[in-house]
């Protein structure tokens, strides 16, 4: 049997839609269009559609690992070992990660015909029927082109300055698809406005969706002729990877010798005889605020309210809360509430967020990093309340997980059980805590926390000491190999 190999992107940080994405859970692992699927995994879903899908393949960041792993195991799609990022060098050095990794599977090996399928994971679609018949019809035309690389073209619907342009050549048919695709006559980089309208007008250009698709053997030479140095390196390493748990950690002195350059620059803009098939499935990579506005469901007034938000007088406004908001008279806002920050911004400036970002970066602050809530792969701590020498934290663990046998130099712990059953070690002694009940870690002593029972455990936990920092922690011993 023939397959088809997803590749999936999940790296990227989405600064552009702070402060809801943020470096420690980025736009991709976010339920931005879908009250419950976040946009990776609608991705992972999607692929189920295609014929003879194989385990997916997803790299991501290590940063994320495992965030992405929970998302992938909550959908129950099959894949492979998710490969690590050890930092971020653009997509030429995660396709050929993956690609080499795909290429050294003995169900690749056996399969000549196999289809690498590579897609971002951070994109929306609003017709996922379309979406796939669009790329089966292009496994077919990359059967049919078994040496050719094909990318997916989406209609242009406004003169966007955002994205990059694919101009179509002459069409191309299959036995299946009389209308298959086209031959791709140039890639364009992205324009000035001008340049846009122009493109628009002409009716051949497309914007490039990032999505990419060839056999086994046409990936492989693309590689092999384009990029021979960045190829090499990509398989040096993987031959030096390490397995950690259902990961595998790409080598970091081997993939910072990967240079660091979009897949579109490093070999599409390379080839003479690339294709594409254009969709039409409501595609938006959501890359900003603007775009998450259009996508959303309006009132009669052009607003769209997610959360708890009441508008009087109001137009064309995009709200964002889960405590109420409330506005009189706006027009053409973006405003975005969070438990630590609140974005207010005009809607056609909505792309420059990313220096608001910057700004919070240069300043030295954490706004931009991470929400109160930061998720483990035990469960997650969500801050409460933080003053000169204290931090209370709520601590929420998983059924059948548990925080690393850890301790702290600079400061002490109060716990406090508020639902569930606490196994505790605390030096040389273990016991376990029922609700309403507490223990005191001091400084420097060995502990550690866990959830041995089927239902989850709460916990209330006061730190107090000179200096607070996450970083003030030396594990012993992890399940997660975090030690």
């Not at 989405?14 to 994405?21: D, K, M, Q």
């Not at 994320?64 to 894949?79: D, I, N, P, Y």
């Not at 400061?411 to 059953?421: A, D, I, P, Q």
Request: aromatic fraction near 10%; proline fraction near 4%.
């Amino acid at each position: 049997m023939v397959m088809i190999y997803p590749i999936i992107l999940a790296g990227g940080m989405g600064t552009r839609l702070w402060p809801l994405s943020r470096e420690e859970y980025p736009k991709q692992c976010l339920p931005l269009n879908d009250e419950h699927w976040s946009l990776l995994q609608q991705t992972l879903l999607r692929t189920q559609g295609l014929q003879d899908c194989a385990p997916i393949t997803v790299i991501c960041h290590e940063q994320h690992r495992f965030l992405v792993a929970e998302q992938c195991l909550q959908t129950g799609v099959k894949h492979f070992p998710i490969l690590l990022e050890p930092e971020a060098r653009n997509t030429a050095a995660a396709i050929a990660s993956a690609v080499a990794f795909l290429l050294a599977q003995d169900s690749v090996k056996a399969d000549k015909d196999a289809v690498f399928c590579c897609l971002p994971a951070d994109h929306a679609i609003e017709q996922s029927d379309a979406f796939i018949t669009s790329l089966n019809q292009a496994v077919q035309l990359a059967r049919e082109y078994s040496q050719s690389l094909l990318t997916l073209g989406i209609e242009p619907t406004s003169a966007h300055t955002g994205y990059g342009y694919i101009q179509a050549g002459e069409p191309v048919s299959t036995e299946e698809y009389p209308k298959a695709g086209f031959k791709v006559q140039h890639f364009k980089e992205k324009p000035d406005a001008q340049t846009a309208q122009s493109y628009l007008e002409q009716g051949n250009y497309y914007w490039n969706a990032g999505i990419f698709m060839g056999t086994a053997c046409a990936w492989q030479s693309a590689f092999t002729v384009y990029q021979p140095e960045l190829w090499q390196h990509a398989k040096n390493t993987l031959q030096q990877a390490q397995a950690d748990l259902d990961f595998l950690r790409l080598s970091s002195e081997q993939y910072s010798l990967l240079p660091c350059m979009p897949f579109d620059v490093a070999i599409m803009e390379q080839l003479s005889n690339a294709f594409m098939v254009s969709l039409d499935a409501g595609w938006s990579d959501l890359g900003e605020w603007q775009a998450l506005w259009q996508q959303s469901k309006k009132d009669e007034w052009g607003n769209h309210i997610h959360g708890d938000g009441l508008l009087l007088n109001s137009s064309n406004n995009y709200v964002r809360s889960e405590r109420l908001v409330a506005g009189v008279g706006l027009e053409n806002l973006i405003v975005v509430d969070t438990d630590d920050a609140l974005l207010v911004a005009d809607r056609s400036q909505s792309q420059h967020i990313k220096k608001l970002v910057d700004k919070l970066s240069e300043q030295g602050r954490s706004e931009h990093l991470h929400h109160q809530r930061e998720y483990r792969p035990w469960g997650y701590f969500q801050s409460m309340d933080v003053g000169k020498g204290f931090k209370v934290k709520r601590l929420f663990v998983k059924p059948g997980h548990g925080l690393s046998l850890q301790s702290h130099q600079h400061r002490s712990e109060h716990w406090v059980v508020v639902s569930g059953t606490a196994t505790v070690t605390r030096g040389e002694q273990s016991f376990t805590l029922v609700a309403n009940e507490s223990t005191y870690i001091p400084s420097t002593v060995t502990h550690s926390l866990r959830n041995e029972q089927g239902h989850p455990l709460e916990v209330i936990e006061v730190q107090t000491g000179k200096y607070l920092g996450e970083d003030d922690i030396k594990r012993f011993s992890d399940r997660y190999g975090r030690a």
